[in-house]
């Protein structure tokens, strides 16, 4: 099935769904029952990736629900250096 739109003089519009290949030019109107006239759209033709998609999803649940957070988190250690010498990567640290 797709989705197809159209637009009424009167109601505005609306969205009708038929099998692919078999939209007509016009159809009636589902609130007043007058002619409405097929109005072109662009399809949507692509996917959006998982990692995007999952995050799209976080943030639009995160509009009602959001994370309550009980404690500030802890601080990251910045990595230590390594030493330009490997044999000294084997000696005890402070």
Same mark, same amino acid.
């Given at each position: 099935?797709?989705?197809?739109?159209?637009?009424?003089? *009167?109601?505005?519009?609306?969205?009708?769904?038929?099998?692919?290949?078999? /939209?007509?030019?016009?159809?009636?109107?589902?609130?007043?029952?007058?002619?409405?006239?097929?109005?072109?759209?662009?399809?949507? $033709?692509?996917?959006?990736?998982?990692?995007? /998609? $999952?995050?799209?999803?976080?943030?639009?649940?995160?509009? *009602?629900?959001?994370?309550?957070? *009980?404690?500030?988190?802890?601080?990251?250690?910045?990595?230590?250096? $390594?030493?330009?010498?490997?044999?000294?990567?084997?000696?005890?640290?402070?």
């Amino acid at each position: 099935m797709a989705i197809y739109d159209y637009r009424c003089g *009167d109601c505005g519009r609306f969205e009708q769904r038929m099998p692919m290949g078999t /939209a007509t030019a016009a159809v009636v109107c589902p609130s007043c029952g007058r002619d409405a006239k097929r109005i072109f759209a662009v399809p949507m $033709t692509y996917r959006t990736p998982k990692p995007l /998609a $999952t995050m799209l999803a976080r943030e639009e649940a995160s509009r *009602d629900y959001p994370q309550v957070v *009980d404690r500030v988190p802890p601080r990251r250690r910045p990595p230590r250096p $390594t030493p330009p010498n490997p044999a000294l990567a084997r000696l005890p640290r402070p």
